[in-house]
T-cell receptor
Framework: GENVEQHPSTLSVQEGDSAVIKCTYS??????FPWYKQELEKGPQLIID?????GEKKDQRIAVTLNKTAKHFSLHITETQPEDSAVYFC?????????????FGAGTRLAVHP | GAGVSQSPSNKVTEKGKDVELRCDPI?????LYWYRQRLGQGLEFLIY????????KSGLPSDRFSAERTGESVSTLTIQRTQQEDSAVYLC??????????????FGPGTRLTVT
């Protein structure tokens, strides 16, 4: 089955710096990699995703890169702001029982200090 | 439009009592998921419903846990004879038809369960 590992577990940066969170997955058949942001007392929310037919995707200050050969993908946040402080989860799918189930990483707690 | 809603937002119960958690998915979403999130940890898959198909119960941790969903509407997660290790936030998510495609999962705010 799919195994998703996420690093680091915590990350502290100064406002304006960049933040990078990395994930590895085990199932070479996986072809979709979303990133979710969870703010305090809220449910996770999708912020960006990438499919296996591209190597990079950007949306304003956030970007995701994918290396299918090495089976890892990363989230990049540039010009960090205090409101970026949250827990970030990566995920990868496993096709089981006729549907795609997402397996989530353990999460990265990002703190952006003013 | 309305997002996924869950109730109650918080539940404190005594060890050994039964609890029932409710999830109202986004209208039109055929897929519904339940996850457990222990303090400071990731999302642990519990159960998945897809339309009228048999649910995937592979993530339920014990037979004290059960869930129901009628058609494409409300779902309830029931925990019988609660234990302290059941204390966690229980998250519900819904999405459009899953199948072989990939669709965004929309999460509710969760129910924080505390077993004393």
């Amino acid at each position: 089955g799919e195994n998703v590992e996420q690093h680091p577990s915590t990350l502290s940066v100064q406002e304006g710096d960049s933040a990078v969170i990395k994930c590895t997955y085990s199932d070479s058949a996986s072809n979709y990699f979303p990133w979710y942001k969870q703010e305090l007392e809220k449910g996770p929310q999708l912020i960006i995703d990438i499919r296996s037919n591209v190597g990079e995707k950007k949306d304003q200050r956030i970007a995701v890169t994918l290396n299918k050969t090495a089976k890892h993908f990363s989230l990049h946040i540039t010009e960090t702001q205090p409101e970026d402080s949250a827990v970030y989860f990566c995920a990868a799918p496993i096709f089981s029982g006729g549907y795609n189930k997402l397996i989530f990483g353990a999460g990265t707690r990002l703190a952006v200090h003013p | 439009g309305a997002g996924v809603s869950q109730s109650p937002s918080n539940k404190v119960t005594e060890k050994g009592k039964d609890v029932e958690l409710r999830c109202d998915p986004i209208s039109g979403h055929t897929a519904l998921y339940w996850y457990r999130q222990r303090l400071g940890q990731g999302l642990e898959f519990l159960i998945y419903f897809q339309g009228n198909s048999a649910p995937d119960k592979s993530g339920l941790p014990s037979d004290r846990f059960s869930a129901e969903r009628t058609g494409e509407s409300v779902s309830t997660l029931t925990i019988q004879r609660t234990q302290q290790e059941d204390s966690a936030v229980y998250l519900c998510a819904s999405s459009l038809l899953s199948g072989q495609g990939h669709y965004e999962q929309y999460f509710g705010p969760g129910t924080r369960l505390t077993v004393t």
